[in-house]
């Protein structure tokens, strides 16, 4: 599991690996939303929360047809179906790694972005909590969308259609607690629900992603 | 006695293409798989490597005892020759990759990215993937595709070492490789019936 994990860091790492580009489309969207709607202090710091969550969403969907399709492309993908690794641990692996390339990145890049739509400074926190708690239900959620189009041609626009969807409660809950931090309320309950979200995600869909996998390869 | 397939019929798309297979491979034994394109090669090697589920019938083998080796070797364009082969020997719990690279002459190759390599010395590496994987019983499809005659012969060699050491392939080629104990295994008397006028909607769901 660990070869696998260094082995999809290395890479996305390397030449036409794809990292780095959602974080600079992440940047491109941040930077164009105040050149949209016009430099208005006031309002900028009202809509900073849900921007910078759509902005990580957009950019974490831009690189899911990645996860599986080269794999497919080349043959590794069924030389791994019999290898010793069951499927399930392979597609956790490969969520992991979408999440340390492309989520955590996304994270720790966010109050850089933050400043330039000016949020307030008591949204920091709770902004970058509940990307932490959220990107990950991102990645696992995008690896069974992956999972279900690989092999398909064109993929990765049905790939978007069926995932955005399914990011819906993510983005609900972690925009709200980010907007409540900015507000000066409490945020435990939306934390609470994101954290359960992601959780649910994790536990769950690298089963699902897993079966529709071997189903795929047939 | 490595693998044993018994009664195996497969489905390619839905269509039914090979019936009551039955074959058993012992230590030091390999088939040859021979019949024209479309008879069904490459998806018995699928079925029997358990990408996909057979129609009727069992194969039987030691679990974790097959490795399968497609039409697509899997290599990674941007890691090198090394880094690919050390992956695949880690992913089967090995760490040693010298063997490999000596039997398909990689060791000159080995720090150089695997994207820049030729279609045969490629095919090379994807064959030298096979000796990293410590498994008893391999399934080849077209395994000599793209390579010349010195590698197809370097190629008999690995197949014969593996054989010697008690190993067993299942190979789909074309090409003779004088191999010991190897037989063929003319695969156009399974040829599946027709399917019956009852079956006809399947076809469509």
């Known amino acids: 599991m660990i070869a696998l994990l260094t082995r999809d860091l290395r890479l996305a790492m390397r030449a036409g690996g794809g990292f780095g580009l959602g974080l600079a489309f992440f940047l491109i969207v941040v930077v164009l939303v105040p050149f949209g709607v016009g430099p208005q202090g006031a309002l900028l710091a009202r809509i900073a929360a849900g921007v910078l969550w759509l902005g990580a969403l957009l950019a974490c969907l831009l690189s899911l047809d990645r996860i599986f399709a080269l794999d497919w492309e080349d043959g590794s993908l069924d030389l791994l179906a019999t290898a010793p690794l069951p499927m399930e641990a392979t597609v956790s692996v490969k969520a992991l790694a979408h999440w340390l390339t492309t989520g955590l990145p996304l994270v720790l890049a966010a109050p850089g972005f933050a400043l330039l739509l000016n949020l307030p400074g008591a949204g920091y926190g709770p902004l970058i909590l509940s990307l932490l708690l959220g990107t990950p239900a991102l990645s696992v959620i995008g690896t069974f969308g992956a999972a279900l189009t690989v092999g398909l041609k064109r993929g990765g626009l049905l790939l978007s259609l069926l995932v955005l969807p399914l990011y819906v409660p993510t983005l609900i809950f972690g925009a709200e607690m980010a907007r409540r931090g900015v507000d000066g309320l409490d945020y435990s309950t939306p934390l609470l629900m994101l954290a359960g979200i992601t959780c649910g995600t994790i536990a769950l869909l690298p089963f699902a992603s897993a079966a529709v996998l071997k189903v795929n390869l047939r | ?205």
């Open chain 2, 1 to 205: 006695m490595l693998l044993r397939l018994s009664d195996l019929a497969i489905a390619r798309g839905g269509m039914r293409v090979l019936e009551r297979v039955n074959l058993e491979l012992g230590p030091g034994q390999a088939r040859v798989l021979r019949g024209p394109n479309g008879i069904g090669k490459t998806t018995l090697l699928r079925t029997v490597a358990g990408l996909q589920p057979p129609l009727a019938g069992h194969v039987e083998a030691a679990p974790e005892s097959l490795v399968y080796a497609g039409h697509a070797d899997g290599i990674k364009a941007t890691l090198s020759v090394a880094e690919n082969l050390r992956f695949w020997a880690q992913v089967f719990g090995k760490t040693d990759i010298s063997d490999a690279l000596d039997a398909f002459e990689l060791g000159p190759l080995s720090g150089r990215m695997a994207g820049l390599l030729s279609a045969g010395q490629k095919r090379r590496l994807g064959l030298a993937r096979l000796l990293v994987t410590g498994r008893p019983v391999w399934l080849l499809d077209e395994p000599t595709v793209s390579l010349d005659r010195d590698a197809v012969a370097m190629f008999a060699r690995a197949v014969g070492a593996h054989l010697a050491g008690g190993g067993a392939a299942l190979l789909a080629t074309h090409i003779e490789l004088g191999l010991e104990g190897a037989e063929p295994l003319e695969l156009a008397p399974f040829k599946a019936a027709p399917a019956d006028l009852d079956d006809f909607d399947e076809a469509f769901l």
